[in-house]
């Protein structure tokens, strides 16, 4: 698969829209990096990779606050498809009730045919699930609540 001109247009406007300051993507033929200058645009660094085995996919970072109550809420770090699960048919990542760590994967985010995985970031209970499997989410909307350990 090549990247078209149109393709990088599009990264660089989700990541405009996005809090981050950072995007990097690896893929077996070639590491793309993008970094925010201080103006606000953005500038690149790119590199052809060696061809390596099976990479783990990027974690997103998550959005997320903590509330009054010892919750804490999970918000989309973006914008794209929210699924419960690695694939149609397999069971969820978590259900209400499920215990997480910080680095727990609860969700995965599809943006521009590319999966993200959302770690919970916290450590805590799944208390509930706002997003609907297959439901487009913006960058922020709520996507879990989490009642934190020891709160």
Known sequence: ??????????????????PF????IETDRFKLTLRRAGGGGWTQESENAAPAGGHAPAKAQV???TLASGNAAIGSPMVGTFYRSP????????????????DSVVAILEAMKLMNAVPAGVSGTILEIRAQNGEFVELGQLLMLVKLDGA
């Open 63 to 65: 959005a997320q606050m």
């Open 87 to 102: 694939k149609p048919g397999a069971a969820p990542f978590v259900e209400v009730g499920s215990a997480v760590g910080p």
């Open 1 to 18: 698969m090549n990247l078209t001109h149109d393709d990088v247009r599009e990264i660089v406007a989700l990541l405009d829209a996005s």
């Open 21 to 24: 300051d950072e995007l990097k």
